[in-house]
């Protein structure tokens, strides 16, 4: 998954970025500025923030309606899937949908993506993110129960199967160092998706700062 966990951005400079990062801004201020906040805030400034807030939502729709790649399917997905690249249809399925389809795994979808390298398909026209279902195969009925995804976790053999240059006494070093302890379901011993995501995030991209998150 693209590295967004730590999106930042000048409302400055709206106009010099890319019409994808603009519909992951797009995304993270769509919600309104808590009203809890008006007491911890002040109303005033709260007002401010939110105005901003509006404004900026405002810019970014008018910016992409001028972009001649909107609602396009993203290359960073069909990077991943190059035999898709000339008949990939912008039929998608937003993540609420896969979590009421796989409802074992609904509040995990997150790690899960992160763990499977799911990327966004598209954009909708209102800046939703759309994915591609066949992506989430191994929650599927007849591929779960073989797969090492579980709600508390996932398996050693699991992580090292999406992740083979990693090498097993590596992963369990990480994991002692953290002092991660494993948890147990449907008899299978499994990292706890925190520790894995982590993981991945260090031992695969090689991003140390997660080692002070």
């Known amino acids: 998954m693209s590295s967004y966990f730590q999106i930042q951005w000048r409302d400055d400079e709206l106009d010099n970025y890319s019409s994808d990062k603009l519909y992951y801004i797009w995304n993270v201020l769509k919600d309104v500025v808590p009203v809890e906040l008006k007491q911890e805030l002040g109303r ?14 405002e810019k970014i729709k008018n910016i992409l309606n001028s972009r001649p790649d909107k609602y396009e399917v993203r290359k960073v997905w069909l990077d991943l899937h190059p035999k898709e690249a000339d008949t990939a249809k912008t039929e998608g399925v937003e993540l609420e949908e896969i979590a009421n389809k796989f409802p074992q795994m609904s509040k995990q979808l997150g790690a899960f993506i992160e763990l499977e390298n799911i990327e966004i398909k598209y954009f ?22 073989s797969v090492g995804f579980r ?16 090498k097993a006494a590596e992963l369990e070093r990480f994991l002692e160092l953290m002092g991660c302890e494993l948890e147990k379901e449907d008899g299978l011993e499994l990292i706890p998706y925190r520790f894995a995501v982590n993981a991945k995030r260090i031992l695969v991209d090689g991003d140390r700062l997660s080692l002070r998150r």
């Open 44 to 57: 005033v400034k709260w007002l401010k923030i939110e105005k901003q807030r509006q404004e900026s939502v």
């Open 124 to 145: 909708e026209l209102d800046g939703t993110p759309k994915y591609e279902l066949a992506d989430f195969k191994d929650l599927f009925p007849e591929n779960f129960t």
């Open 151 to 166: 709600n508390l976790g996932i398996t050693e053999e699991q992580f090292l199967k999406l992740y083979p240059d990693v």
